[in-house]
């Protein structure tokens, strides 16, 4: 049973570049939620998706989107990247949006020079 | 808005000892989650228990147990027997009550160190 899988592991871009990075929920799983971990901080959330729509959303400016795909899987975009924007992005999936546990992914590490 | 604070940063026990984590959290409602997150350095965040706010009764995942005071808001783990392969940040984290979707609020961490 594959749990959350997220790629690529490592990414390096330069300001003002844009970035895809992509998302499959574990096995059962239909809501994905994105959060943004700044080194020596806490996850913050950046938004959900279920049944292909965005949900939720956090305190991230409209430089990030997202989508998600009929399958489940989901992407997060983000252009013209800042160097703030350096940090492990995290997706977490679960079963609906009540109240099963997240399950995370190993997080995609963003390097931006 | 609801925050959830960590105020130790950094936490040492010996192996075989028990150690306890504090977190505290603010919020306005009445019925909510409450979570502890491990993250070793692998980076992947390993849920280790779940508090369901309605529930007096507190959690408890084999080593792994936490004070929930509901009043107080704080919400406490405790680690026994410690292990080596304990080392890892910890994290608190909330979230509201099914109809406020599925947003997790994150602590700051706690680096917890095992000594052998």
Known sequence: ?113 | AQTVTQSQPEMSVQEAETVTLSCTYDTSESDYYLFWYKQPPSRQMILVIRQEAYKQQNATENRFSVNFQKAAKSFSLKISDSQLGDAAMYFCAYRGSYNQGGKLIFGQGTELSVKP
């Open chain 1, 1 to 113: 049973d594959a749990g959350v899988t997220q790629s690529p592991t490592h990414l390096i871009k330069t300001r003002g570049q844009q970035v895809t990075l992509r998302c499959s929920p574990k096995s059962g799983h239909d809501t994905v939620s994105w959060y943004q971990q700044a080194l020596g901080q806490g996850p913050q959330f950046i938004f959900q998706y279920y049944e292909e729509e965005e949900r939720q959303r956090g305190n991230f400016p409209d430089r990030f989107s997202g989508h998600q795909f009929p399958n489940y899987s989901s992407e997060l975009n983000v252009n013209a990247l800042l160097l703030g924007d350096s940090a492990l992005y995290l997706c977490a999936s679960s079963y609906g949006q009540g109240g099963q546990p997240q399950h995370f992914g190993d997080g995609t590490r963003l390097s931006i020079l």
